[in-house]
């Protein structure tokens, strides 16, 4: 599995230890089970002791659906450039996913970065995203 990871230097200690965790946690290729990470970088999220997640398996849909299993977190797939803007502009989002069989290593980068940059537009998309958040 290979993730992207960055900070400011605000971030940077907890993304060092991030990267530890993941070097000791995940160091083969070996199969392991997508909703355990899935579900530990939504906690993340979801406790604030993150602003956004990004997941990624093999197609994306089963970490992408792990993640939005926990309350307060908001994951869309990222498969493409619109859809990394409009799921912040519009949703909130608050984690993205990625299908490492399906995507370029370029096209994440750039979604990451378009994901990252964009900020949520408020007004009638607050009341869906609140809508969204009672369910």
Wanted: glycine letters at 10%; charged letters at 25%; proline letters at 1%.
């Amino acid at each position: 599995m290979k993730l992207a990871i960055g900070s400011d230097h605000g971030g940077f200690l907890l993304k060092e230890e991030v990267v530890k965790y993941l070097k000791e946690n995940t160091n083969s290729l070996e199969s392991c089970d997508y909703p355990i990470f899935g579900h530990a970088v939504a906690k993340l999220v979801a406790s604030k002791d993150v602003e956004y997640g990004i997941v990624i398996c093999t197609s994306g849909e089963g970490i992408m659906i792990s993640a939005n299993k926990v309350p307060g977190v908001r994951c869309g797939m990222g498969y493409n450039d619109d859809v990394s803007r409009l799921m912040r502009q519009h949703n909130n989002a608050n984690c993205i996913a990625f299908g490492a069989k399906f995507m370029e290593k370029e096209d994440v980068i750039r979604r990451i970065e378009i994901f990252l940059s964009t900020e949520f537009e408020g007004g009638r998309h607050q009341r869906r995203v609140d809508e969204i958040e009672s369910l």
